[in-house]
């Protein structure tokens, strides 16, 4: 009885708590208020972890410009002492934090000062392997290290690893060579094309050759094909007319030679295949009997017509798909190029001494966490535009990015990047 006492004693302070009611939607919206009240405290406190503070090299006590994942616990190291403890360390895992934001740093890469600034610059660093006792004939004293040709390279994109655990979730069924495959197959797509169409434009230019029928020619056949399977005119049923009778003609001439070479219940009754072809005729099936590409050529080249045709359509099929491809890279340029500008004005505004409703730790670890995607956008318009230029080759000029944007796309972009900005 008195443990029963106690247990219901327990229950009844339990009751008193801010969130026990037993209706959901009432206790729903009493955490909803709750996480109301807590919400700015835990945006200040998450923005407050992206500030970068200024630290002492643990070394030597001046300024810290590197931080190091792997020596712990003494992380920070100015740009001296890093260069002295990561000479045999060659692969620990650092970060700059020039421009006030962490920037992991690979092994080939040290901070340097000029003209009073911090940048990152390329260094040589050996690979950390074992020296062997003895090289050919050369004792070990003989031998000596040196930098040579680079050997490795560690370059691990984030962007794909999550896109990838993404379309893990969409679609478990997917393979991780499936995805690689897919990726191969996008990073391809533009080079394919440029020379499918290169390969279709020689193709054409062999056949023309070949045929001895010069590009307006082609220009021809291909306009009368493109009027047959749109309208049909009247220039092109009298043609096709002539070219039945002609063939109609060559018909009835090879009937009658062959009757004469065979026996007479043997022969061909010529009526017959006439009131046959004129039925054919009267159903208008006359024009089916004819392609259009034949109705400008002889026999002999007929087939190969048909091909200079296919070859032409195919070209321009391609060269269509070069101008899409062109314009979504271009596309593409503009709204990275737009989102590094809406971050440097967003930058420049909160540098103005806006604060909003954040606080003091707040305002600033939001300024680092600018900056640190201000670079990521520009780094990624670098290696895009540079990746671009490449499949693209010399001939196109260095700015074909540059062109003023499709004003319905620019609103487009911009719509979007609210979003991200609000989800951020
Ligand atoms: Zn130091
Ligand atoms: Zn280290």
Partial sequence: MQKLKEILATTV??????STSSSWSLRQSAAQDEWQKARPYHLDCLLFSRVVKENKCSQCSSPAII???DCMPEEWLCMECDLICHKKLALHNRES???RFYRPIPPTMCCAKENGRYTLKNQVRLLPTVRPDRLCTCGPSNITESAGRATILICINVDVFSTFEEMKTVAPGLSRQDFLRLLEQRTQQFGRAVRKAEVESQRLENLSRELRCPENMVQQWVHDVRQWATDDSNKIRQLRRRKLGDEKRKLFEAIKQYNEQVPEEEGINEEMVESRLSVVG????????IW?????????TNILTKKIFDAYMSKMRLQEEKILILREMRQHCTYLRGLA???RKLIAEMSGGNRGSLTEEGHCGLCCLLQEKLADVEEKFQVVSSRYSLALGPLYPEDWSKEIPDESKRLEYESSEDSDSEDD
């Fill in 292 to 300: 259009p590409w034949e109705v400008h050529s002889t026999e002999s």
């Fill in 13 to 18: 302070e339990a009751s008193e708590g801010p």
């Fill in 341 to 343: 500008d809406s971050i």
């Fill in 67 to 69: 931080r190091c994942r």
């Fill in 282 to 289: 009267h159903a208008s099936g006359e024009e089916i009997l």
């Fill in 97 to 99: 934090c020039i421009d």
